[in-house]
């Protein structure tokens, strides 16, 4: 239903290509995060949707369907155009995609993607991918900054409260977003895109994304676990052997097991049932039981749950003075955690004396869904045209919003001072090097990285001071 590339578009594109001046050969414009609730963006997503949507030449059967859906919406079809591209350019669109390398952490307002057009009798054709393009850029890139973000967030609580945060802090932010996600896609590139800084999901087409895209053999990882389902199918008076089957079913030494503990009573179950009859099996097991609640506030429950594990199983106090558990119990939050919620719930673990070593979390929607285009400020302008092989500025600048306000003439961006970088026009290079580099070519490739490669960019951020 949606592989003709011609319908990737809004419907007032079609129009487009009336609308230009005489005489007008090249349009070139750029994407950018204009502003919002990050100071800094982790770029991310491009390569798949270059993979995916532009590695596929159109075909005469896309031009006959779009022409037939347009004229019939009520929108003028540039059927000429279209068979220019199909004839001249054996389908493949005539255009050139420079980017910023994936990975890379920016400050906010930097130009990350800049596009024009190859064939000029084409000039159309750059804002005609403007839907297309910009939606593959901004989701991926917004959820990878969120997750990075959240990152940052709990790599302060680790090293603040523990000695080990290098070690645990990829496994500290589990991604449980699939089923809340709109679509599968958009489960696997937010879910792939939250990989580039961790490595703990249940999204499965996340592993299939970064395969298929990226080629990462495995880039993420998750244990067994448990749900209220397999919990309540025993019955109340069966809670206790419910966990002794998951202990039984699961509980080797070193592996780790997830379960669900507050069907009922998340009080009880984790000073009697787990503390009391259970304590020996899980101490004698060689696991790690993670204890999950799952109701309630976590500010108050995630304590609550730490105090009455540590009076039931020990542990001890870290040289920072902060208790952490013995190592045959944990807990996994993934109730209420978002970009909000989060440091609230790690400073309430801090004030209760206890090392955020001790705890994982989880994110559903608040990970994959409650992020849109505006989260960032996302948008793609046109800021340069060549008409009659004279390249103009192209800019808008609304007395009614400075913010909307767009950048003019051809873009770069270099290194500046310490570890920023900066966008600016591209005749004010002076020989630095451009990050925007050429990625993809008249139907061409031109730069396939791998996940790891990403990844390792990230892990060197922030660039910004």
């Known amino acids: 239903m949606f592989s003709n590339p011609i319908l990737n578009t809004d419907s007032y594109k079609a129009s487009h290509y009336l609308q230009y001046p005489p005489g007008t050969e090249v349009v070139s414009s750029y994407i950018e995060p204009r502003g919002g609730r990050f100071r800094e963006t982790l770029f991310f997503g491009l390569q798949a949707f270059l993979k995916e949507a532009l590695a596929h030449p159109l075909v005469q059967a896309d031009i006959d369907e779009a022409e037939a859906l347009f004229s019939a919406h009520g929108e003028p079809f540039n059927r000429a155009g279209w068979e220019r591209i199909l004839q001249q350019h054996g389908g493949c669109l005539p255009l050139e995609i420079s980017a910023l390398p994936e990975g890379l952490v920016v400050p906010t307002g930097t130009a990350l993607v800049q596009v024009h057009n190859t064939d000029p009798q084409l000039f159309w054709l750059t804002g005609y991918l403007e839907t297309a393009l910009l939606r593959a850029v901004w989701y991926p890139s917004t959820v990878a900054t969120l997750s990075w973000q959240m990152k940052q967030v709990l790599h302060r609580y680790l090293q603040e409260t523990g000695t080990q945060s290098g070690a645990q802090l990829q496994f500290k932010l589990h991604d449980f977003g699939a089923r809340g996600a709109s679509s599968r896609e958009s489960a696997a590139l937010g879910g792939m895109a939250h990989l580039v800084s961790f490595a703990g999901t249940d999204t499965v087409s996340a592993l299939l994304a970064a395969r298929r ?176 092989g004279q390249w103009h500025d192209v800019y808008k600048q609304p007395v009614t919003d400075p913010g909307k306000t767009s950048r003019r003439g051809r873009l770069a961006v270099v290194r500046g001072a310490g570890r920023r970088v900066d966008t600016l026009r591209a005749d004010a290079l002076g020989g630095r090097e451009n990050l925007l580099r050429p990625v993809y070519r008249n139907g061409e490739l031109l730069v396939d990285e791998d996940f790891d490669r990403i990844r390792e960019r990230a892990a060197r951020a922030p660039m910004c001071p």
């Open 213 to 388: 895209y990226y080629g990462a053999d495995m880039a993420g990882f998750s244990i067994p676990a448990a749900e209220h389902a397999t919990i309540t199918s025993w019955g109340r008076a069966g809670e206790v052997d419910a966990y002794a089957n998951m202990l039984a079913q699961f509980g080797k030494p070193g592996a780790v097991l997830a379960v669900v503990s507050d069907s009922y009573d998340i009080g009880h179950a984790v000073s009697h049932l787990w503390g009391e009859r259970l304590r020996r099996q899980v101490q004698e097991s060689g696991a790690t039981l993670v204890v999950r609640p799952d109701s309630g506030a976590p500010v108050q429950i995630v304590p609550e749950v730490l105090e009455r594990l540590y009076a039931a199983f020990g542990g001890h106090v870290n040289t920072r003075g902060y208790r952490v558990l013995s190592d045959c119990v944990r807990v996994i939050q993934g109730d209420g955690v978002d970009v909000n919620t989060l440091p609230l719930i790690l400073e309430s673990i801090r004030q209760a004396g206890f090392a955020t070593e001790n705890v994982a979390f989880g994110m559903g929607a608040g990970l994959l869904q409650k992020v849109d285009r505006d989260t960032l400020g996302f948008a793609m302008k046109a800021s340069a045209i060549r008409i009659d």
